[in-house]
């Protein structure tokens, strides 16, 4: 592969691109599924959003990855600075353009997230709450794919069930965001974390009821047995294998967006499409991280 080719790769963390689109998928289907004609413009304008985010992420930590981070593509010499904010901020507001296409509410969501996106690349190493952005950014995903399904103009999507899939997957990625962040001089990484991984669990026992329960439950033991493996891998190991697990867990936001749209797809067809993502996930960050 080019190397150049390879270095944008790289930057955009090509690895979260699939939960991203899996973020799409489950927000949309929460929406109503309906405008079909816009889930391309969805999915590629929050891939841009979140292409932008990560290459600003690599600007905004250029001085403390030259200290700290040579491998990382700006200090190692491989691209400039200038054009990574260059390309940064206009791949932000391809998305943003491409997103109002879905219409006014999915563009005002967008705008949010773009700024929820800037917020967490500026502060991340300064603020200890900054995960809990990095959920926001999650969120607001599910509120524009949410609002772009919506075909009826009622606003449904900005007060049903995409706020609450969106609520609980934020706190899933901010309890896996707070491990990766822990101060590294300390003996042992905090464990409390691994409670706000328990989100998702508790939105779809409280949601699903009657037949919709079956198909959720199932797809709960999926999850439930993948986040437990890696939570016990945590636990054993604290401290010392901090990526691994979080890298797993953040594969794992397919599977929670699976969760969360299980009800409504039959049991063979969210197996097959999300299991794909969910595999193409694993994939990318064993050629990509």
Not at 52 to 81: S, V
Not at 98 to 108: E, K, R, T, Y
Not at 114 to 133: E, M, N, Q
Not at 194 to 200: D, F, G
Request: proline share 4%; hydrophobic share 55%; glycine share 14%.
């Amino acid at each position: 592969m080019n190397e150049r080719f390879r270095t944008f790769l790289r930057l955009g963390r090509v690895s979260n691109l699939p939960t991203v689109w899996s973020d799409c998928l489950a927000g949309w289907w929460l929406g109503g599924a309906g405008n079909g004609e816009k889930l391309p413009l969805l999915v590629l304008g929050v891939s841009l959003l979140h292409t932008g985010g990560m290459y600003l992420n690599d600007a905004f930590d250029a001085e403390h990855d030259r200290l700290r981070g040579l491998e990382r593509p700006i200090p190692a010499g491989k691209i400039a600075l200038s054009q990574v904010w260059g390309q940064g901020f206009g791949l932000l507001l391809g998305g943003l353009l491409l997103l109002l296409g879905c219409g006014l509410a999915a563009g005002v969501a967008a705008t949010l997230l773009a700024g929820c996106i800037v917020l967490y690349d500026f502060t991340h190493k300064i603020f200890r709450a900054s995960p809990w952005l990095l959920g926001a950014c999650r969120f607001w995903v599910y509120i524009i794919a949410g609002a772009a399904g919506v075909d009826d103009g009622s606003g449904y999507a900005l007060i049903g069930f995409p706020i609450f899939g969106g609520v609980a997957l934020g706190v899933y990625v901010a309890g896996y965001s707070f491990m990766t962040g822990w101060e590294r001089g300390r003996r042992r990484a905090p464990a409390w974390p691994l409670i706000l991984l328990a989100a998702p669990f508790l939105l779809a026992f409280t949601v699903n009821a009657g037949p919709a329960r079956l198909p959720a439950s199932w797809v709960m033991l999926l999850l439930g047995l993948w986040v437990v493996y890696y939570a016990g891998s945590f636990l054993q190991g604290r401290g010392s294998n901090i990526g691994w697990v979080a890298g797993n867990l953040r594969a794992g936001v397919v599977l929670v967006d699976w969760l969360a749209v299980a009800p409504q797809l039959p049991l063979w067809q969210g197996a097959l499409l999300f299991g794909l993502l969910f595999g193409l996930t694993k994939w990318l960050q064993k050629a990509f991280v």
